[in-house]
């Protein structure tokens, strides 16, 4: 890894059509200008691939020569490519609190994952991961969130239940633990041996 007080970091965001071999071919243009990716998440949404990832560069890459060699792994206009320098300097996370799993079932209609999302953020709930299925006519959300330390988590529940109802929508909110240890045969098995 290029040594820390000479190395740029950066958040590089791709989207294209999916296909073979798209994280080889990013992967590739990164590790050719002397990158090294230290943090990724990617995802296929509606036959989209998108990665968010950081990577540290020797000093003096520039954003457009990391674009540019990007770019260079797909055809004209085929790819949405982002670069921007890394602001972040680390820190504390933007909520302290315990992790939780949410899912929302129930008929797919435009307005439930604003609901969510705006009872969520009055309650100063952090959303770090959402993801959606469509089985019309119906949807499930599922999400990882992190609440506050300073809410009961039983008023949420019951407020979030009752907003969601309304809706039609069942929904339940358990801790990561319980989720993990009620939907994964792995974590169940450890805990059986021990």
């Known amino acids: 890894m290029p040594a ?7 958040v590089i965001t791709v989207v294209v059509a999916d296909r073979v071999g798209i994280l080889r071919d990013v992967s590739a243009a990164v590790s050719d200008l002397s990158g090294v990716i230290d943090g990724i998440s990617q995802t296929v949404v509606q036959a989209y691939f998108t990665v968010t990832l950081t990577a540290a560069f020797p000093a ?7 674009r540019a060699a990007l770019a260079g792994a797909f055809g004209p206009d085929e790819a949405f490519i982002a670069v921007r320098r890394h602001a972040a300097a680390g820190g504390p996370p933007p909520v302290a609190g315990a992790r939780y799993v949410i899912t929302v079932t129930g008929p797919n209609r435009p307005t439930v994952l604003k609901a969510v999302t705006t009872y969520l953020a009055r309650r100063g709930v952090n959303i770090e991961d959402w993801n959606v299925m469509f089985d019309e006519p119906y949807v499930t959300h599922v999400g990882e969130i992190t609440v506050p330390l300073s809410l009961d988590i039983k008023q949420v529940q019951d407020e979030f239940h009752h907003l969601m109802s309304q809706l039609g929508m069942t929904t339940c909110i358990q801790h990561e633990n319980i989720f993990r240890a009620t939907n994964e045969v792995g974590p169940i098995t450890s805990l059986l041996k021990g």
């Open 60 to 66: 003096g890459v520039a954003p457009e020569e990391i």
């Open 4 to 10: 820390q007080n000479q190395a740029q970091r950066y």
